[in-house]
């Protein structure tokens, strides 16, 4: 699935790829299974989507085929929850609000390996994407705070790292979403408040990529990473918008961009 980016929207995944040296809108798929979906992920190694549904609570699988099979591939799932797919193993990651919030973690071929309840302090959970090391990345509220967090929680559940965004960002409102990772695991957060920041792997803010005022980026709310082109995609505008930055991970530029 790498070369091209897919956005949610309602009952329909939009497809975006590489056309000549433009990358466009090459194909939408009607999925009419779909109850609430509420988060999607590309797996690196298959040619699949998951899609998590709120409303059947559950995880689907779409094949990227002519026929694009939809089938259920794994049930339990919470609401609302997100869906992440390793970039090494192809394991899936489940976030699962509640109290307490958990990880789940489930093979390629639909099986729970593991299961992690989350801190009682993590509130309203966003988002969680897998590191290399099998760590994962949730942005959060901190119970009895205003403060908003992304932390890297260990295989058990315990904090490695915590960043708290109004100090990371200087004080200034921070309100994430949505995350991805990179292959050296950089974490892109998607900010409600009009921005996408890139941290390093240790967590530290490293640099504003796109924001409203410089880019026209209205309240990003999903990103999607595709580490062989190095291109970010990104749903803003109240899900009726898309805007891709070129990325490069190693050489770390301020890129371009471009708009649809």
């Not at 990358?23 to 779909?34: C, G, P, W």
């Not at 979906?37 to 709120?54: G, Q, T």
């Amino acid at each position: 699935m790498n070369g091209r980016l897919f956005a949610l929207l309602s009952n329909s995944i939009l497809v975006f790829g590489a056309q000549g040296p433009s990358f466009d809108l090459i194909e939408e798929i009607k999925v009419r299974n779909f109850l609430y979906p509420f988060d999607l992920a590309a797996s690196p190694f298959v040619p699949c989507l998951y899609v998590a549904d709120d409303g059947h609570r559950c995880l689907w699988r779409v094949d990227d085929d002519s026929d694009h099979g939809v089938t259920r591939f794994f049930d339990g799932v919470g609401e609302p929850s997100t869906v992440s797919v390793s970039l090494q193993t192809g394991h899936v990651t489940i976030l699962r609000s509640g109290q307490p919030s958990v990880i789940e973690v489930v093979d390629p071929d639909g099986r729970s390996v593991s299961v992690v309840a989350l801190p009682d302090d993590v509130i309203e959970p966003q988002h969680a994407v897998a590191t290399s090391s099998g760590e994962t990345v949730v942005c959060f509220r901190q119970r009895n705070r205003k403060l908003w967090c992304v932390c890297l929680f260990d295989r058990q559940g315990n904090v490695s790292v915590r960043c708290e965004l109004s100090d990371a960002l200087h004080h200034l409102a921070a309100t994430p979403c949505h995350l991805a990772i990179d292959e050296f695991d950089r974490v892109f957060v998607a900010d409600w408040q009009r921005k996408v920041d890139l941290f390093d792997r240790e967590l530290n803010w490293d640099r504003t990529l796109l924001s409203s005022q410089r880019d026209g980026i209205e309240r990003p709310e999903r990103i999607c990473y595709d580490r062989v082109n190095g291109l970010l995609l990104v749903v803003h505008g109240w899900g009726k918008k898309t805007y891709v930055y070129r990325y490069n991970a190693r050489q770390l530029s301020n890129g371009a961009s471009n708009r649809w």
